[in-house]
């Protein structure tokens, strides 16, 4: 059994260094750290947010941040600017910014001030700013957050729009369909016994399945919901999470974009490390929690692990297969041309638009998908409908 620890060690260098690790325990999380070349200054464990300590909203945090980046792109100090920001958040948000505004001022970097354990800003986007931060490229960072967090409410705000017209077909075919099934065709079942004839097979079937659910809907629905909560819990820990993010990477159409997605953030946060000139075994440190993903975070320590013992970075990446294709043959093209860290953030902006892409080939598909599933289930009632109409026949016939 491993629990979440966070942690707060020195680099060889003497610059200090927060994060989170998960392992059995403390002193186990102790040893991990040391064996990363990190000296641990304080390990303990990692505030579980509580029910009511959720992430702000994708488009919540992009307004605050893309207009923390520009704010500071014009010149204006950090502290500022996020003063600012308050402004345009609410709710947990705005008291996190507001916290952090003092945090900064006890010197402090921007993603340790943000993060306070209560969840406002999710894991990803204090790993993208605390790889920016040590890189000393924080414009950079902000700029890399607010486009990923635009990118992210678009998709969210697309996938809405494209599910909201299935999902009142859905509504009212379910009404429909519970009203036939336990209305309509259960009269017509009746009189069929009554004829002394057979009822037919798909009359039969849609007897069964919504009498079932006539009969027994309270019991249904709170199985389903305690499925649902035995589910979101075990997904909260982090265990469950990876488990489920590698689920998430190996299925055909959502996969890829999950690893695009992931791709261009890890290639943007070692492209900054490398050209700020952090070592190549830090950059990746960073790069695995700036990808907040925890299946690819995986693969990345692996290909750490590799690197560690000699091997190239494209070879490491390609055997864990850490980044995407795409992404790994501009890696493969600056490696081998001594331009490493630029064509790492080719590679992120590549991913990002393949990425792009592939969201809006999968957007458009949903909705045309989810139409044709409900018209074949709706098809269907209509025919256990129409062989109850036609199987009658008069006595003697």
């Known amino acids: 059994m491993t629990a979440e620890y966070r942690y707060r060690a020195a680099r060889m260098d003497g610059s200090l260094l927060t994060g989170r690790i998960e392992a059995g325990t403390s002193a186990q999380a102790g040893a991990l750290l040391v064996e990363r ?25 992009a307004v605050v941040f893309r207009g923390i980046a520009a704010l ?4 204006v100090p950090l502290e500022a600017a996020i ?25 402090e970097g ?20 605390r790889a920016g931060d040590r890189a000393g490229r924080l414009d950079a960072a902000l700029e890399q957050v607010a486009s990923n967090l ?30 036939i099934g336990t209305v309509v065709v259960p009269k017509f079942a009746v009189l069929i016994a009554d004829l002394g004839q057979e009822v037919p097979p798909a009359t039969r079937t849609l007897l069964a399945v919504t009498g079932l659910v006539a009969n027994h809907w309270l019991v249904l629905s709170l199985g389903a919901l305690l499925l649902l909560s035995v589910a979101t819990a075990w997904v ?42 952090a070592p190549l075994l830090v950059a990746f440190d960073a790069a695995a929690e700036a990808g907040g993903d925890p299946a690819v975070g995986l693969r990345l320590f692996a290909a750490r692990e590799r690197v560690a013992r000699g091997e190239g970075v494209a070879r490491a990446l390609e055997l864990e297969r850490a980044v995407t294709p795409g992404a790994l043959q501009l890696i493969v093209v600056g490696e081998s041309s001594g331009q490493l860290a630029a064509m790492l953030g080719r590679a992120g902006d590549l991913a990002s638009q393949e990425t792009e892409r592939a969201l809006g080939t999968l957007v458009a598909l949903i909705e045309p998908l989810l139409v044709v599933a409900l018209g074949g289930f709706v098809a269907f009632v209509a025919a256990a409908l129409l062989q109850a109409i036609y199987s009658l026949r008069p006595a003697g016939a």
């Open 110 to 129: 921007l993603a340790q001030s943000l993060d306070s354990g209560e969840g406002a800003v999710p894991p990803v986007v204090l790993g993208m700013l």
């Open 150 to 179: 635009e990118l992210e409410a678009d998709l969210a705000s697309r996938l809405r729009h494209a599910l909201a017209y299935p999902a009142v077909l859905a509504v009212a075919s379910s009404a429909s369909v519970l009203i």
């Open 83 to 107: 003063g600012a920001a308050e402004r345009l958040a609410r709710g947990a948000l705005r008291d996190c910014l507001e916290r952090s505004r003092g945090r900064l001022r006890r010197g």
């Open 236 to 277: 909260r820990r982090p265990e469950g999470r990876r488990r489920w993010c590698q689920l998430l990477l190996a299925t055909p159409t959502v996969g890829p974009v999950l690893h695009g997605l992931a791709t261009a953030r890890v290639c943007r946060a070692l492209s900054g490390s490398l050209q700020a000139g």
């Open 72 to 75: 500071t792109a014009a010149g």
């Open 37 to 61: 070349g990190l000296h641990p200054i304080a390990v303990e464990p990692a505030v579980d947010r509580g029910p009511g300590r959720r992430a702000a909203g994708r488009r919540e945090l």
